[in-house]
Every structure is written in structure tokens, then in C-alpha cells.
């Protein structure tokens, strides 16, 4: 009689992901080609910041940016790499991958590909906010920033209140979205309409989206903001996996709906708001990274990680294209991100339309 074969740690279905168990009894599920997509756009990311810094009137290579981000640099180049560049490539980072990752969310909880803060009106609520604070009190960089981070937040508290009837329904969440973004629009015009010339064109900078002028103000609030809600949010990962089946089963499977879905929306507006006002509202960077990262990844779920990371490449690279790729004239990059995602949400109305979903 041959001997019992030990049995593996871990285990795997024909071509599927890996679920590794540990002795306590926690088991990790891991998928070979999505953790690889994840490795890649990480690494994309940060060659594309690489480059970013490197790119200006003064351009410096990329091998002597990275001696010069770990301290090997000469004083010339350590003022414009870590003073000058270094801020405004660890904004658009930040900001890529909270908009990645804040899009992830709301597609997920709303089990829409649409469902996103462009469409939902997140942006448009912290332009609002943002406007307040230029238009009617002149406010400081400091007050345009904390007045879009209030502008988002009380715009996603209304949609949410709006929206709820004996729970959150995903449709009719992305159509109060679209009512409270139209409403937020008028808003935004009618506060243009009511500025000064120095208090519009102010304005008007702010939102086409950009990352001109980021320092390290900008970093810290992100870094800390992220630092709290992403590890949150890959918490509540599994909860929000088993609620794509539906609530009756999640709820049938032990999962507390309600407080998962608020908490993770929660998170989700914290995120685009945070990074509209640090970057102002940069359009379909939270609509386009989910769906390029589950096309990528091949992978059901919302692909949280992946999703976050294919943020950060899109805006990093988003913001070089803004500055090589006009000549001597340099875009926005919200400007850049708009003409792309524009194109994308085009391409995935006919495709949801041939599919018989819209």
C-alpha cells in the first residue's frame, strides 16, 4: 500500500487562483496574473515618476534622479529633484491612486462600471466647495483646499441620503449621482457669473485640474489620509467581494451589508475629495483605472490594489504628456486626463450598449 502523500499548504484550481492556508487557519487567496498586472503597474508607476522629475527646462537623467533621491546628488541637482519636482510627482501619486482606488469603490458598491465620482458628481461637489471659498472669501490655498475637501464630503452625504430607501440601491445611487452633479453644475456656473476677473481666472485654473505649484503641503495630508483609509478599505476587501453576489446572499454569508457599503463609500469620498482639492477635478481618472485594471488583471472582484496603482500610473504619466507632448506649451493635466477619459466612457457606452445593458 503506497503512503499518504503530505498534503500541500496550498492549493489551486486548474488555471485559478492560488489559496495559500497558514497554520492558524487564515487563508490568503492569491491570483498569479493579477498580483504580476499589480508588480508591473507599480513598477510603471514609479519609472514614470522617475521620468516626470527628470522632465523640465533643466532636464536631469533619469540614473542621476535616482542617486539623487538617495542622497547622492550635487546641491544643484538635490534643490530642483527634492524642493522643485519631487512634491509635485509624489501629488500626482497620491492623487492617481486615490482617485483609482475611490473609483474602485463606488463601481464596485454600485456594481456599475459607470458608478464612479465623474458621473456620481463627487468633483463637481468640491468645485463647489472650492468655489465658495475663491468666490465669496478669497480664501488662501490652504481654505480652497479644506472648502473642496467640506464640498465633497457633504456632496457625497446627500447622495447617499438621497439615494436610501431601506438600503442603497446601485442604479438609483448612479441616478441621484447624476441629478446632484447636474444641481452642482448650475452651482459652479452661477458662481463664476458672481466673481471678479482675478477671483474667475483663479477659478477657472483650479478647475481644469492641475499639479502646477504642488510642495509638500499637499504630500502630508494625502500621505496621512491614505495611510488610514487604504489599509481600512482592504479590510473591508472580502465583504465587499461577497456583496457583488447580491445582499440577500451576503447577508445569508454574515456579511453587515449596510455598515460595509457605508464605510467603504465613506472611504471613497474621502479619497476623491482629498484629492480634488489637492489636485482640483481631475476628470475619469476614478472611471477608466478600475476597468483598465480588471481588463489587465482578468479577474472578477473590484481589484482594489490594481485599480489603485493603475491610477497612479495613468496620472503620472497623464502629467508628462501635459509637458512633453505640446511643444512650449504646457496643458493641465486635468485637460489631458478629460480628452482621454472622454474617448474611454465612449468607447464603454457602445460597448455596454451592444452588450444589452444599457
Known amino acids: 500500500m503506497k503512503s499518504a502523500q503530505k498534503t500541500p499548504r496550498g492549493s489551486r484550481g486548474p488555471g485559478g487562483p492560488r489559496a495559500l492556508r497558514?497554520?492558524?487557519?487564515?487563508?490568503?487567496?492569491?491570483?498569479?496574473?493579477?498580483?504580476?498586472?499589480?508588480?508591473?503597474?507599480?513598477?510603471?508607476?514609479?519609472?514614470?515618476?522617475?521620468?516626470?522629475?527628470?522632465?523640465?527646462?533643466?532636464?536631469?537623467?533619469?540614473?542621476?534622479?535616482?542617486?539623487?533621491?538617495?542622497?547622492?546628488?550635487?546641491a544643484g541637482q538635490e534643490f530642483i529633484v527634492n524642493e522643485l519636482r519631487l512634491p509635485r510627482v509624489l501629488v500626482g501619486l497620491l492623487v492617481g491612486a486615490s482617485l483609482g482606488l475611490g473609483g474602485a469603490l463606488f463601481q464596485a458598491v454600485t456594481r456599475n462600471p459607470l458608478g464612479s465620482p465623474d458621473v456620481l458628481g463627487l468633483g463637481q461637489g468640491a468645485t463647489a466647495g472650492a468655489l465658495v471659498m475663491i468666490v465669496l472669501f478669497s480664501g488662501s490655498a490652504a481654505q480652497v483646499t479644506v472648502g473642496a475637501l467640506v464640498g465633497g464630503l457633504v456632496t457625497g452625504a446627500l447622495i447617499y441620503l438621497l439615494a436610501w430607501r431601506r438600503g442603497v440601491h446601485g442604479y438609483?445611487?448612479?441616478?441621484?449621482?447624476?441629478?446632484?452633479?447636474?444641481?452642482?453644475?448650475?452651482?459652479?456656473?452661477?458662481?463664476?457669473?458672481?466673481?471678479?476677473?482675478v477671483d474667475a481666472a483663479r477659478a477657472v485654473v483650479w478647475m481644469t485640474g492641475t499639479l502646477d505649484g504642488r510642495d509638500w503641503k499637499q504630500v502630508w495630508p494625502l500621505l496621512a489620509l491614505a495611510a488610514v483609509l487604504v489599509p481600512l478599505v482592504l479590510a473591508h476587501a472580502r465583504g465587499l467581494r461577497m456583496m457583488e453576489m447580491g445582499d440577500d446572499v451576503s447577508h445569508a454569508l454574515g456579511v453587515p451589508v449596510e455598515r460595509v457599503r457605508l464605510v467603504l463609500m465613506v472611504s471613497a469620498v474621502l479619497l476623491t475629495a482629498a484629492a480634488t482639492a489637492a489636485a482640483g477635478p481631475v476628470g475619469f481618472v476614478a472611471l477608466t483605472a478600475p476597468q483598465l485594471a480588471r481588463r489587465l488583471t482578468r479577474s472578477p472582484g473590484p481589484n482594489l490594489v490594481a485599480s489603485l496603482c493603475m491610477g497612479a500610473a495613468l496620472l503620472v504619466t497623464a502629467d508628462w504628456a501635459s509637458q512633453r507632448l505640446f511643444g512650449d506649451g504646457q496643458l493641465p493635466v486635468g485637460v489631458v486626463t478629460g480628452v482621454l477619459g472622454g474617448v474611454y466612457l465612449l468607447w464603454l457606452l457602445v460597448t455596454e450598449r451592444r452588450a444589452g445593458r444599457i
Open 22 to 74: 497558514t497554520r492558524g487557519g487564515l487563508s490568503i487567496r492569491l491570483d498569479p496574473r493579477a498580483l504580476t498586472v499589480v508588480v508591473l503597474l507599480a513598477v510603471a508607476a514609479l519609472a514614470a515618476g522617475v521620468v516626470l522629475i527628470g522632465t523640465g527646462d533643466f532636464p536631469i537623467p533619469a540614473g542621476d534622479v535616482v542617486r539623487t533621491l538617495f542622497g547622492h546628488g550635487d
Open 172 to 197: 438609483r445611487l448612479v441616478l441621484v449621482g447624476i441629478g446632484v452633479s447636474a444641481v452642482a453644475t448650475a452651482v459652479n456656473g452661477y458662481l463664476l457669473t458672481k466673481a471678479d476677473f
